[in-house]
C-alpha cells in the first residue's frame, strides 16, 4: 500500500533547547575590526511524535524511530568593537546534517534528512572580568536555508522528495573569552539558532563551540612620542683645541609623554610592537648625554577604581623601565617606577563629564592616560 500524499508532517525535524555554559573572563578595549572562526557541536532533537503522527495519518504504523540529533558545526565571522562593552558582529554558519529513519507496518522505511546553513547579524555586549577574560551575550537574526530531503521504500511512497526553505528568525547565545595576546583571544560559545524546517514546522539548533579571534590595531608608530624627533645635525666646523669643560647641571635634562594608547592594550600592561620601537627611539636620544638618573611615572584615567588604577599605573611603568633595562641597556639601578592613580590628568574639569556615553568619555579622557619619562643629570657644555 502506498500513501495517497506527500506525507506533509511526516518530514517534521522539530528541535529543542540545550544549556548554555555560564564561566568567567575579556577582550582588549580598543575599538576596531576583527574577525575569527568557531566550530564544535551542532544538536537538534528530532520530533519522533511527529513523525509517528504523520504516518498515522497516512495509514502506516510506526515499529522503530533511529535519529541522528548531531553532526558537525562551524561559523566564520567578523565585526567591529565599538567600545569596551559592545559590537557588532556577522558572519556565515553550516549547522551540518541531521536525519532520521522510520519503520512502518505495512512493510517500509521513511528516511528524512535536514541541511542547514546561513547568515547572521549579531549585537554583542561584553562585561570584562579583569586584564584578559570577559564574559558576553549575544542576540541577533539569522537568515537560514533548510533542505529537507525524504525517501521511502516498500509501502512508504514519498511524492515529494524535496524541500527547500530560506527564512529569518532570532538566535542568541552567552560565551567566554580569554586574551592570549593583544591581538590574538580564544572564545568558548553557546549559541541557539531557530530555524524554519521546509514542511512547515519551527525548532531550536544549538552549537557549542570553541574558536579564535584576531583583532586589528590602527595605532602609528609616529603617534608614540609626544615629542619631536631631533632635528639632524649640519656637520660641525673642525673644533678648537680643547678646553677643560664646563660642567653645568640642567635638571631635568628631558620629559617625553608617551601615549598610554600608543604603548600598550587598553586596560593592559604589556608592550605593543609600536610601543617598543618608541621606546627605541627614545633611547637613541639619550646616547651622548650623561644622565644620573630617570623617573618612569604611569598615569591613569579617573575611570574604575583607584585601587586598581594604581595597580595598572604601577605594572606599565615597570614595563617601560624592564624594556630600558634589556633593550637599552640602561643600569636598573638608574631608574625608579611609580603609579599615579588618576589624581593629576591632563585634561581640564569639565572636559570629559561623566554623564556622556561612555565610550565617548573613554576617548574624551585618552591625554590621562600616559608615561612621563624624566631625565635628570648634566650635560657637557660645548
Known amino acids: 500500500m502506498k500513501t495517497k500524499t506527500s506525507l506533509g508532517s511526516s518530514g517534521r525535524l522539530g528541535l529543542i533547547a540545550l544549556a548554555s555554559i555560564a564561566s568567567s573572563g575579556v577582550f582588549a578595549d580598543d575599538s576596531g575590526w576583527y574577525l575569527g572562526g568557531n566550530a564544535g557541536l551542532a544538536q537538534a532533537t528530532i520530533d519522533d511524535q511527529g513523525i509517528t503522527a504523520g504516518l498515522l495519518g497516512n495509514g502506516f504504523t510506526t515499529t522503530a524511530i533511529r535519529d541522528n540529533e548531531s553532526d558537525f558545526g562551524f561559523k566564520l565571522f567578523g565585526g567591529y568593537q565599538f567600545s569596551r562593552y559592545f559590537a557588532l558582529e556577522a558572519g556565515y554558519f553550516n549547522l551540518g546534517k541531521f536525519d532520521f529513519t522510520a519503520t512502518t507496518v505495512p512493510a517500509g522505511t521513511l528516511d528524512g534528512s535536514i541541511k542547514l546553513s546561513g547568515l547572521n547579524l549579531d549585537a554583542v555586549g561584553r562585561l570584562p572580568l579583569g586584564k584578559r577574560f570577559s564574559v558576553f551575550a549575544r542576540g541577533g537574526v539569522n537568515y537560514a536555508e533548510a533542505k529537507d530531503r525524504f525517501s521511502g521504500t516498500g509501502a512508504v511512497n514519498v511524492v515529494q522528495p524535496e524541500r527547500d526553505k530560506r527564512d529569518a528568525n532570532y538566535k542568541f547565545g552567552l560565551g567566554l573569552q580569554y586574551d592570549l595576546t ?144 634589556e633593550s637599552a641597556g640602561i643600569a636598573a639601578d638608574s631608574i625608579t617606577t611609580q603609579g599615579v592613580d588618576g589624581a593629576q590628568p591632563l585634561t581640564k574639569a569639565g572636559d570629559c563629564p561623566d554623564d556622556r556615553p561612555r565610550a565617548e568619555q573613554i576617548v574624551c579622557l585618552q591625554p590621562d592616560r600616559r608615561v612621563q619619562v624624566e631625565v635628570t643629570g648634566t650635560r657637557p657644555s660645548p
Request: hydrophobic share 40%; proline share 10%.
Open 182 to 325: 593583544d591581538s590574538w583571544g580564544i572564545r568558548a560559545e553557546a549559541e541557539r539558532y531557530r530555524i524554519d524546517d521546509a514542511v512547515g514546522s519551527k525548532g531550536d539548533v544549538d552549537l557549542l563551540s570553541l574558536g579564535l579571534v584576531y583583532r586589528f590595531f590602527g595605532t602609528s608608530p609616529a603617534a608614540a612620542m609626544a615629542v619631536a624627533a631631533p632635528a639632524p645635525l649640519a656637520r660641525p666646523p673642525p673644533p678648537p683645541p680643547p678646553a677643560p669643560p664646563v660642567v653645568v647641571r640642567t635638571p631635568p635634562l628631558m620629559t617625553v609623554n608617551f601615549s598610554a594608547n600608543s604603548l600598550f592594550g587598553f586596560d593592559q600592561a604589556g608592550l605593543r610592537p609600536e610601543g617598543r620601537l618608541a621606546l627605541d627611539q627614545f633611547a637613541m636620544q639619550l646616547r651622548g648625554v650623561k644622565y644620573e638618573h630617570i623617573t618612569v611615572t604611569g598615569h591613569s584615567d579617573r575611570i574604575g577604581t583607584e585601587a586598581y588604577n594604581l595597580q595598572l599605573s604601577n605594572e606599565r611603568a615597570q614595563a617601560v623601565k624592564n624594556y630600558l633595562v
